[in-house]
């Protein structure tokens, strides 16, 4: 049955989406990264406290954006009010077969790596636990959205409370030969530290996709932007202290898997197995929010577009697209397919995403030049402090992760290129369509 979208979504569910989707593995890979690209301390917890105040920067940008075109598509919206229907649908179809799915993928792959040391299937068990993650939570999301925000609010407070025994844990350990390892030596470009930094925060814009469905999202994205970037900047730098606690800056350095070093201090050979269940519940939250916020896209594209109109319709009796639901899980299992060809299915997908992201997420950026252009004299029920120079800022981090992603990323960037630009006819014909 056809339906539209209700305003169910509380700011609760909201900042545990953002939770979910942004405190992710990364926080468990990059923190080395990043101590071997700053010169101490100081300027290494200082890169994270800058990396909060991005994503915040980011996110009241979105707020601005959400707050005066809410709607289920999210950036699809903000695109097409911007710079017109086929901008938009090439989005969508970026989106669909990318960006959205190839996180669905990588995210799968992180879970699946960590599962097998759990409970192994075998030669290939990394990637059956990720087709099973994958098919498991698209059929929770298919149930409804009631199950969809259950299912996220278990697992972000989970994952916060792993991470939170992870920090603890940090904050307790004696580790006195690591701390002795000397003073830390300098070094180390710190514009790629703040990449990784970046990177690890990255997800935070999936808020938009929730803005058609929250109660009042006029005030909510703003409290949702707030609160969710507060809870993730805190721990970020609660962990990271903790790491500097356990190892020193040097000991951080050396580190190649400092979660599970961590562990192993604390607890000995048991810390790998613990660390496992805590990414397993850190993918997994990641995994739920970002399957449910992605079927948007599907949706909006739908409703738009008399070609693919099945994918527009929101099933009433779960409140939520159930076909876009189907067909995203359904490319997610393709590409955990062809990620489980290669050596390393994450690096994989991460390679395929990332330029086709941060590409549209800078166009993103710059609608909201667009419409203060546009429309200069109207009444905005949030508008972003300090502008221009916050969203000048914004504009400025996504163009240089765009040209970074370019730079650094392998051919699997070029695979996702050549993918999206397989969009373009439908988005030329959807531009005649309407006309």
């Known amino acids: 049955m056809i339906s539209t979208p209700r305003k169910t979504i509380s700011v609760l569910d ?16 990059m923190p080395p990264l990043v101590a071997m690209n700053t010169p101490n301390e100081a300027m290494f917890l200082l890169a994270w406290l800058a990396g909060g105040l991005a994503m915040l920067i980011g996110t009241l940008c979105y707020a601005e954006l959400a707050a005066a075109h809410p709607d289920a598509g999210g950036e699809y919206q903000f695109l097409r009010l911007a710079y017109g229907r086929r901008v938009a649908v090439l989005f969508a179809w970026a989106r669909g077969t990318v960006i959205q799915t190839g996180a669905i993928a990588y995210v799968a792959f992180v879970f699946g790596d960590y599962a097998a040391q759990i409970l192994p299937l075998g030669v290939h068990g990394a990637s059956v636990w990720a087709a099973i993650s994958v098919i498991g939570f698209t059929g929770v999301n298919v149930l409804g959205t009631q199950p969809g925000k259950r299912t996220q609010v278990f697992f972000a407070i989970a994952t916060v409370v792993a991470v939170g025994a992870v920090i603890v844990a940090g904050l307790l350990s004696p ?58 900047t805190a721990i970020y730098l609660a962990i990271n202290f903790a790491y500097l606690n356990a190892f020193g800056f040097e000991g951080l350095r050396a580190s190649k898997a400092v979660g599970a070093d961590l562990m192993r201090v604390v607890v000995g050979d048991y810390g790998a197995m613990l660390l496992a269940v805590v990414v397993c519940c850190a993918a997994l939250s990641t995994l739920n929010a970002t399957i449910f916020t992605g079927a948007r896209a599907y949706y909006a594209l739908g409703r738009d577009l008399p070609l693919i109109r099945r994918l527009g319709v929101w099933d009433e009796r779960g409140d939520n697209p159930a076909n876009a639901f189907l067909l ?63 969203p000048a800022i914004f504009v400025g981090v996504c163009a240089y992760l765009l040209y970074s992603s370019l730079a650094y990323t392998g051919v699997g960037a070029l695979f996702g290129i050549g993918v999206v630009a397989l969009g373009a006819p439908l988005a030329f014909w959807s531009r005649e369509a309407a006309d």
């Open 175 to 232: 580790a006195p030969a690591a701390k002795a390892a000397g003073a830390a030596s300098g070094g180390g470009a710190l514009g790629l530290a703040m990449v990784f930094v970046l990177l690890t925060y990255g997800g935070w814009n999936e808020v938009a996709y929730l803005s058609g469905e929250m109660k009042d999202p006029r005030r909510d994205m703003v409290r949702i932007a707030l609160a969710g970037t507060a809870v993730v």
């Open 328 to 390: 995203q899980g359904a490319i997610a299992l393709v590409l955990v397919f062809f990620g489980a060809l290669t050596r390393d299915g994450f690096s994989a997908m991460v390679d395929y995403t990332a330029p086709v992201f941060w590409f549209f997420l800078l166009l993103s950026a710059l609608s909201l030049f667009v419409f203060r252009w546009r429309e200069p004299a109207t009444q905005r029920p949030f508008s972003v402090p300090l502008y221009p120079l916050t």
């Open 14 to 29: 909201g900042i545990a989406f953002v939770v979910g989707i942004v405190i992710g593995v990364g926080i468990f890979r």
